[in-house]
Protein backbone atom coordinates (compact mmCIF):
# COMPACT_ATOMS: atom_id res chain seq x y z
CA UNK A 1 0.00 0.00 0.00
CA UNK A 2 3.04 2.15 1.06
CA UNK A 3 4.55 1.81 -2.82
CA UNK A 4 0.70 2.65 -4.22
CA UNK A 5 -0.03 5.90 -2.06
CA UNK A 6 3.97 7.27 -3.19
CA UNK A 7 3.48 6.73 -6.47
CA UNK A 8 -0.52 8.44 -6.39
CA UNK A 9 1.05 11.14 -4.42
CA UNK A 10 3.33 11.61 -7.17
CA UNK A 11 1.72 11.42 -10.12
CA UNK A 12 -0.91 13.99 -8.53
CA UNK A 13 1.85 16.46 -7.32
CA UNK A 14 1.02 15.86 -3.48
CA UNK A 15 4.05 17.88 -0.81
CA UNK A 16 4.43 18.44 2.44
CA UNK A 17 2.53 21.52 2.11
CA UNK A 18 -0.18 20.04 0.57
CA UNK A 19 -0.41 16.37 1.60
CA UNK A 20 -2.84 13.51 -0.53
CA UNK A 21 -3.66 11.44 2.65
CA UNK A 22 -5.47 12.30 5.74
CA UNK A 23 -3.06 12.40 9.02
CA UNK A 24 -3.67 8.97 11.03
CA UNK A 25 -4.65 6.64 7.94
CA UNK A 26 -4.02 3.83 8.44
CA UNK A 27 -4.68 0.50 5.87
CA UNK A 28 -6.20 -2.26 7.61
CA UNK A 29 -5.88 -6.17 5.52
CA UNK A 30 -9.57 -7.51 5.47
CA UNK A 31 -9.03 -10.98 6.37
CA UNK A 32 -12.32 -12.26 6.27
CA UNK A 33 -16.36 -11.96 5.26
CA UNK A 34 -17.20 -10.53 8.82
CA UNK A 35 -14.21 -8.29 8.48
CA UNK A 36 -15.46 -7.21 4.93
CA UNK A 37 -19.27 -6.82 5.94
CA UNK A 38 -17.95 -4.54 9.44
CA UNK A 39 -15.47 -2.64 7.25
CA UNK A 40 -18.36 -2.29 5.07
CA UNK A 41 -20.83 -0.55 7.65
CA UNK A 42 -18.49 0.97 9.03
CA UNK A 43 -17.59 3.25 5.48
CA UNK A 44 -21.40 3.47 5.09
CA UNK A 45 -21.92 4.92 8.23
CA UNK A 46 -19.68 7.73 7.52
CA UNK A 47 -22.30 10.49 6.23
CA UNK A 48 -24.55 9.98 9.02
CA UNK A 49 -21.61 10.40 11.44
CA UNK A 50 -20.75 13.59 8.97
CA UNK A 51 -24.39 15.01 9.68
CA UNK A 52 -24.92 14.65 6.20
CA UNK A 53 -27.83 12.51 6.50
CA UNK A 54 -30.08 10.94 9.07
CA UNK A 55 -29.98 7.23 7.84
CA UNK A 56 -26.71 5.76 5.61
CA UNK A 57 -29.37 4.45 3.10
CA UNK A 58 -29.94 8.19 2.22
CA UNK A 59 -26.63 8.50 0.64
CA UNK A 60 -26.79 8.65 -3.25
CA UNK A 61 -23.10 7.85 -3.52
CA UNK A 62 -22.50 4.61 -1.45
CA UNK A 63 -21.60 2.18 -4.21
CA UNK A 64 -22.79 -1.30 -3.31
CA UNK A 65 -20.99 -4.62 -1.64
CA UNK A 66 -19.25 -6.52 -4.83
CA UNK A 67 -18.52 -10.46 -3.06
CA UNK A 68 -15.45 -11.96 -4.13
CA UNK A 69 -14.88 -15.34 -4.28
CA UNK A 70 -11.66 -15.67 -2.92
CA UNK A 71 -11.35 -19.39 -3.92
CA UNK A 72 -11.72 -19.13 -7.57
CA UNK A 73 -9.02 -16.19 -7.48
CA UNK A 74 -6.63 -18.79 -5.58
CA UNK A 75 -7.47 -21.66 -7.43
CA UNK A 76 -6.97 -20.03 -10.86
CA UNK A 77 -10.56 -20.06 -11.65
CA UNK A 78 -12.33 -16.44 -12.40
CA UNK A 79 -15.76 -16.09 -11.65
CA UNK A 80 -17.87 -12.79 -12.82
CA UNK A 81 -18.48 -11.51 -8.64
CA UNK A 82 -21.49 -11.45 -6.97
CA UNK A 83 -23.59 -8.47 -6.22
CA UNK A 84 -25.46 -8.18 -2.57
CA UNK A 85 -28.22 -10.36 -3.88
CA UNK A 86 -26.10 -12.75 -5.32
CA UNK A 87 -26.12 -12.46 -8.31
CA UNK A 88 -23.54 -12.37 -11.48
CA UNK A 89 -22.76 -9.38 -12.90
Known amino acids: ?3 LKRAISVALGATKKRP ?3 PGF ?3 VLRND ?3 SQKWEY ?3 N ?3 AGLVD ?3 EWPYQGEIVVIDRASIFCGRTRPPLHR ?3 AQ
Open 20 to 22: LWQ
Open 47 to 49: PVR
Open 85 to 87: NGD
Open 55 to 57: RAD
Open 26 to 28: FDH
Open 34 to 36: ESY
Open 1 to 3: MNG
Open 43 to 45: VRQ
